[in-house]
């Protein structure tokens, strides 16, 4: 059994502290929501008052929280936090390249151990205990977390040094979010030309346009049994997610010099589509965007 000091139980941080907790782990949580604290207690977790109070004594520290400032603020800037000689700190969190890298060198220069492991999956695979890390940090980190991940977790790769996790999550969801555009601009067109759309997705998800936002996650309802869009696009990854994902990737190539053309592209179309009113609904419903454009008047 390893003490577990758990900050953030969020959409997603509450069902991994859940798994970890059920595989008979001790879990100290702490959050500064208390509908949340009081979900924890609930749910046989050990609710703390304070981050100071969950990390006290714990093994391993694993956060889940919304953004880079977020994890500064909490885990790095107090001084005074008690991590215990030898304990590993976990961020789970998507955060920025440039707080990522300050989160490793501060808590590295007071001899803890550090590992940035973003997942994929979302709420379900999280639930499901089946997320797949992508882990950056020394491999003796890795090696030191892996059995705790591989309970939140179906797959779980080294991606490289301190960083690497958070680069592939980056560069992953960039695809994801790119790929989405595409399937659903295309989609979109097949209507206006009046294909048969389960003909074309036939035609399509057999041919070079195949690719998982089309084959795995149509926006288009009716293609795909398991798709947010069958269910009005509620649930499954927030467009505002997406967003915040595609945003990370642009100010991560801008830093690097790698050109994001398209990347950039799809960042703008999630910040008009989140501000018609559609931040929570899941980012395939971006095809809304391209079914609403009024159709040309014939001449
Ligand atoms: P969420 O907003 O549901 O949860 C964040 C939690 O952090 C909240 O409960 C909030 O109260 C807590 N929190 C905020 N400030 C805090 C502080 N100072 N101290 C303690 N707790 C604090 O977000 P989420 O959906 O669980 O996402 C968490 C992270 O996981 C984000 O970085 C997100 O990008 C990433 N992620 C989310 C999904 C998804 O599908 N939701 C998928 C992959 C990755």
Redesign the pocket.
Known sequence: MTTIGF????????PMASNLHRAGHEVRC????AA?LAEAAERGMSPCTS?AAAIEGAQCVVS????GR?VL??LVTPQDLPYAPGCVVID????DIASCAAFHQALSRRGIATLDA??????TG?AAGALTFMVGGTEEGFARALPLLQVMGKNVIHAGDAGAGQAAKICNNMITGISMVAVAEALSLAKRLGLDLRKFFDIASTSSGQCWSLTSYSPEPGLVASSPSNRGYEG???SE?ML??LRLAEQAAIASGAPALLGGAAASLYAMHCQAGKRRLDFSSIIQMMDDRPARAAV
């Open positions: 900050i953030g139980l969020g959409n997603m941080g509450m702490f959050d500064t929501s949340a981050v889940m929280l919304p953004s977020h603020d909490v789970c969190s998507t955060i973003p997942v994929s999956g979302g709420v999280a499954g990854f927030a997610l915040k994902d």
